[in-house]
Nanobody, 115 residues
Framework: VQLVESGGELVQPGGSLKLSCAAS????????MSWVRQAPGKGLEWVSS????????GYGNSVKGRFTISRDNTKNPVYLEMNSLKPEDPAVYYC???WGVGGTRGRGTQVTVSS
């Protein structure tokens, strides 16, 4: 199983980023996928999950209306489009298998929000 996140970088408040997760080594099309994040000194926070079909998606209250999760079942990436980034959004963002915070996850990508 391999999950490789990318796309994290420094962005100004109010800006946008799109994270990607390249998934391989398992039956991607049969698994829900999630994004979670961890800020320094804090625990894992569920950000978003998507079922095997794009119409089935959920979001944490802190990102609802600003972030959009998507997947491409033909090429196995999972995306997280983040808009209106806030000072409370900086964290390491992880892609993981399953719905929620408990699945196998990658090494993460750092998102920094600062002016």
């Amino acid at each position: 199983v391999q999950l490789v996140e990318s796309g994290g970088e420094l962005v100004q408040p109010g800006g946008s980023l799109k994270l990607s997760c390249a998934a391989s080594g398992f039956d991607f099309r049969s698994n829900a996928m999630s994004w979670v994040r961890q800020a320094p000194g804090k625990g894992l926070e569920w950000v978003s999950s998507i079922g095997v079909y794009e119409s089935d998606a959920g979001y944490g209250n802190s990102v609802k209306g600003r972030f959009t999760i998507s997947r491409d079942n033909t090429k196995n990436p999972v995306y997280l489009e983040m808009n209106s980034l806030k000072p409370e959004d900086p964290a390491v963002y992880y892609c993981l298998i399953g719905w929620g915070v408990g699945g196998t996850r990658g090494r993460g990508t750092q998102v920094t929000v600062s002016s």
